[in-house]
């Protein structure tokens, strides 16, 4: 019996399917979804996600958000998320750059300007880092 998966961005339904488990990057450490797990509400740090069915694996960069999980549903509402083959490497490579260059030309002081320069820095690397390990890597079973 699988177990209904739903993985939504702040603009869009990235993931939407029926699968036999899911594997989150819980703040707590990583978490695996088997159907009819017990309730659990749980905070995302940036990382990966990865769902499963019986014929194929996928995988998701997230930077943040909350998974709400019910014995039949596992619903993961991210702060930003994609597939992994969908990833433009050159795009996250000029991304990154910026964010350094953005940086280096910043004064290093908790300003919201400067936050958010480092989760743009973060984001990219793990888009990156995901990217070089996880695409076209898909596993069929």
């Known amino acids: 019996m699988p177990i209904r998966c739903e993985v939504v961005s702040q603009d869009r339904i990235v993931f939407q399917g029926d699968v036999d488990i899911v594997n989150l990057p819980g703040l707590d450490g990583d978490m695996g979804i088997l159907p009819n797990h017990s309730p659990v509400l749980t905070l995302l740090r940036y990382g990966v996600i990865s769902i499963k069915t019986k014929t194929d694996e996928q995988f998701f ?13 596992v619903t993961i509402l991210a702060d930003a998320a994609e ?4 990833i433009d490497i050159q795009r996250a ?8 260059e953005a ?3 910043t004064p290093q002081t908790a300003t919201d300007e400067y ?5 743009a820095m973060r984001r990219s ?14 596993r069929t079973h």
């Open 61 to 73: 960069t997230v930077a943040g958000g909350v998974a709400e999980v019910q014995p039949d549903q």
């Open 83 to 86: 597939n992994v083959d969908e």
């Open 93 to 100: 490579e000029s991304a990154r750059k910026r964010a350094e």
């Open 103 to 105: 940086l280096a030309k």
């Open 115 to 119: 936050l958010a320069i480092q989760a």
């Open 125 to 138: 690397n793990l888009r990156l880092d995901a990217a070089r390990r996880f695409k076209s890597q898909k």
